[in-house]
């Protein structure tokens, strides 16, 4: 059964930093290309970050472009996402899933917000 479980996310400040972590299993996590989503409430989900199985390659959306970084570590089943210069528009529930169709199931997320 495949389980993603992610972690991290907390209150920061503007212009602080987080980093989330998702935990994988149920599935060859080293086959699968990675990605990041987010949901802000009202809106759709919305792709933020991906990473190739290798990790060679990795996309941003152009809203976290050079303040986001992915990264994975497939010894551990683990994908990562480092958020620096956070903004209030960055609040959202973050969520980990494989780059492929369909979707596995969903996690439960983990809550991101950016407020003083």
């Known amino acids: 059964q495949v389980q993603l479980v992610e972690s991290g996310g907390d209150l920061v400040q503007p212009g602080g930093s987080l980093r989330l972590s998702c935990a994988a299993s149920g599935f060859t996590f080293s086959s699968y290309a990675m990605t990041w989503y987010r949901q802000a409430p009202g809106k759709e989900r919305e792709l933020v970050a991906a990473i190739s199985s290798g990790a060679g390659s990795t996309n941003y959306a152009d809203s976290v472009k050079g303040r986001f970084t992915i990264s994975r570590d497939n010894a551990k089943n683990a994908v990562y996402l480092q958020m620096n210069s956070l903004k209030p528009e960055d609040t959202a529930v973050y969520y980990c899933?494989?780059?492929?169709?369909?979707?596995?199931?969903w996690g439960q997320g983990t809550q991101v917000t950016v407020s003083s």
């Open positions: 899933n494989a780059a492929r169709v369909p979707k596995f199931d």
